[in-house]
């Protein structure tokens, strides 16, 4: 019995570990999947700027909701997940059925949605000259779609503490919520996210404090008080379409934009994080935050797969 329970237990873990992510699952398989996304990506990107900052957004949002199983990109009706507060202003979808549809032809049923989702991200940020990074393949695709499900989403109005908790149910450090808020320093918020720390920050109406009085002025005239909330600003001022570390700078010196970017230095422990990247001797010794950043993607590429036999594959994203 003994030994019958020990053949059941060594054959369960073969089969997790030939089920886990790796680089280059589709090497025998599909082997032009990853060069046919980062075509169609490029080729977006052509007659879109914006494309980089919506790609990297969609994974992260695809990831925090039942982990990265390209449930995102299903239609359900009203109640399907693209539709969740949480999820206003993603965007990228297209560009995802685009890349399947391109795989499709070439290697029918092979590539998860989940998976070039993923890709897509690596793409759009090397376009952004960000880092490169491998990713990781291996995921299949979700079988559920309901906007409920997005409820614990990271809002931009929260402290640090409930932004640490909700990476910390992910598996993810903090060391990883620094890094990846620094994705913000491509791409543009709506007004709609800047109104309360504007003019509502505290009772009887008043701006975020941590806010620049030099800066001030600057938000109220790109956001105007009763103005227009889906008029668009860059989340990293003066650097909204390069992607480096000017976004942790921001936050140094009271210029974030965004309020959970600013956030982050009122916290002793992310403080520090951030300030690492900008010591002295940080160029010499640790990591620098490219280096981190990709870490962290292929870190958050992994929140709650589904592998091996789990879930099914999409022939089309936006269904079941």
Do not use: W
């Not at 793409?123 to 990074?133: E, F, I, K, Q, T």
């Not at 997005?150 to 909700?166: F, G, R, T, W, Y």
């Not at 001022?237 to 480096?244: I, M, T």
Request: glycine share 10%.
């Amino acid at each position: 019995m003994a030994l019958i329970f020990f053949i059941l237990i060594l054959s369960h873990l073969v089969g997790v570990s030939h089920a886990q992510l790796k680089v280059g699952f589709y090497g025998k398989t599909c082997p032009e999947a990853e060069n046919i996304v980062s075509t169609v990506v490029r080729q977006v990107a052509a007659s879109s700027q914006k494309v980089a900052p919506v790609l990297l957004r969609l994974h992260f949002h695809d990831c925090f909701v039942q982990g990265c199983d390209g449930s995102i990109l299903l239609e359900n009706g009203e109640i399907g997940e693209r539709h969740a507060f949480g999820h206003q202003g993603v965007q990228g979808f297209e560009v995802i059925e685009r890349a399947k549809e391109e795989i499709e032809k070439v290697c029918p049923g092979i590539v998860s949605c989940a998976d070039i989702v993923a890709l897509a991200a690596r793409d759009a940020v090397v376009l952004a000259n960000g880092p490169s990074y491998e990713v990781e393949t291996g995921r299949r695709d979700g079988v559920i779609s309901n906007l409920t499900l997005a409820d614990n989403m990271p809002d931009v109005s929260e402290s640090i503490q409930i932004l640490k908790a909700k990476f910390s149910q992910k598996g993810l450090s903090e060391k990883d919520l620094v890094v990846l808020s620094g994705a913000h320093t491509i791409g543009t918020t709506a007004c709609f996210f800047m109104t309360e720390r504007l003019y509502k920050f505290v009772p009887g109406g008043g701006s975020d404090p941590s806010i620049d009085p030099s800066f001030l002025p600057e938000l109220m005239g790109a956001c105007p008080r009763n103005g227009d909330v889906n008029a668009r600003l860059p989340m990293d001022r003066g650097s909204g379409e390069e992607f480096d570390n000017n976004i942790l700078q921001n936050v140094r010196s009271g210029f974030a934009v965004l309020r959970s970017d600013a956030s982050l230095y009122e916290d002793v422990d992310t403080r520090n994080i951030v300030d690492s990247y900008f010591g002295i001797f940080s160029p010499f010794f640790g990591t620098s935050f490219e280096d981190d950043f990709a870490n962290a993607m292929v870190k958050m590429g992994r929140i709650d797969v589904l592998t091996g036999k789990q879930g099914k594959i999409r022939s089309v994203c936006s269904t079941f």
